[in-house]
């Protein structure tokens, strides 16, 4: 009988054994190809995109999958979804820069159960199970407990946020008000955020497959995961992540730009 344990299990499995087949293109001199949205993909990408699909496939037949690089394949009479990003952090993996990450969330409607962010070459995992905490290479995760914005470390994944206007003067403000910011970015950095090493991470523009586990993992961590409007949400197409202590006065911010 499948458990929501059970789903945890495979999603570990599964995304180090993607993981396994990006790590045999990492720092190999891969090229990247330029999707019509601009944005790199490799046949790394591919490669394990389609391990997670067959291993879906395999043990799952019934389930809907919705991933990056193949789409949407629609559940057959099942309430289960899987998310996958293959390579979340393309950009870093064609650059030989470790911090990309494979993600798998399972949902069960608008939510997810199951929630991983898989960092193949630095050999960790965030993993969280809906109401079962969130944890980290297998101890419990939780965000840190600074409460005042000046002690705080702010993260994006790009400092380029010229094409949204309001959001830039926001990420500005939030500049000035921080004491620390850098661009460790994509998945790794909301995992710095549920792992308590940063307090704040911010992106103008997410997809779906980049939302899909964080939610989860960063409210089962202590904190928040949220649009630009505060609202708890993976189907935003942007994201907000506080330690949860800086929630308010980090949406105070944004709301008076």
Same mark, same amino acid.
């Given at each position: 009988?499948? /458990? ?38 490799? /046949? ?16 799952? @037949? ?35 820069? @470790? ?50 914005l000046q002690d705080a470390v702010l993260l994006s ?5 010229? @094409? ?39 992106? @103008? ?18 904190? /928040? ?33």
């Amino acid at each position: 009988m499948s /458990t929501p344990q059970t789903f945890l299990e495979f999603a570990l499995d599964a995304v180090w054994q993607a993981g396994r087949i990006t790590l045999g293109y990492f720092q190999s001199g891969i090229t990247a190809e330029r999707k019509a949205d601009n944005t790199p993909v490799t /046949t790394a990408d591919r490669q394990a995109e389609q391990k997670l699909r067959e291993l879906i496939g395999r043990y799952w @037949p019934a389930h809907g999958i919705i991933g990056e690089e193949y789409g949407r394949s629609p559940a057959q009479d099942s309430p289960y979804t899987w998310i996958l990003d293959p390579i979340d952090g393309t950009k870093s993996f064609v650059s030989g820069v @470790p911090i990309y990450a494979t993600l798998l969330a399972l949902t069960d409607g608008a939510e997810a159960l199951v929630g991983v962010a898989h960092f193949p070459a630095l050999n960790e995992a965030v993993y969280a199970l809906r109401g079962g905490g969130c944890y980290w290479n297998g101890r419990r995760a939780h965000v840190s407990q600074v409460s005042q914005l000046q002690d705080a470390v702010l993260l994006s994944s790009d400092i380029n946020y010229a @094409p949204h206007p309001g959001k830039a003067e926001a990420w500005q403000r939030l500049v000035a008000a921080t004491y620390i910011q850098r661009t460790w970015g994509d998945a790794y950095g909301y995992s710095l955020v549920a792992t308590g090493r940063a307090e704040i991470m911010v992106d @103008p523009i997410m997809a779906l497959w980049d939302t899909a586990p964080l939610q989860l993992i960063l409210e089962e961590a202590g904190g /928040t995961f949220t649009d630009w409007h505060g609202r708890p949400t993976i189907h935003a197409g942007e994201s907000i992540a506080t330690n949860g202590a800086l929630f308010t006065a980090v949406m105070d911010v944004v709301r008076s730009a």
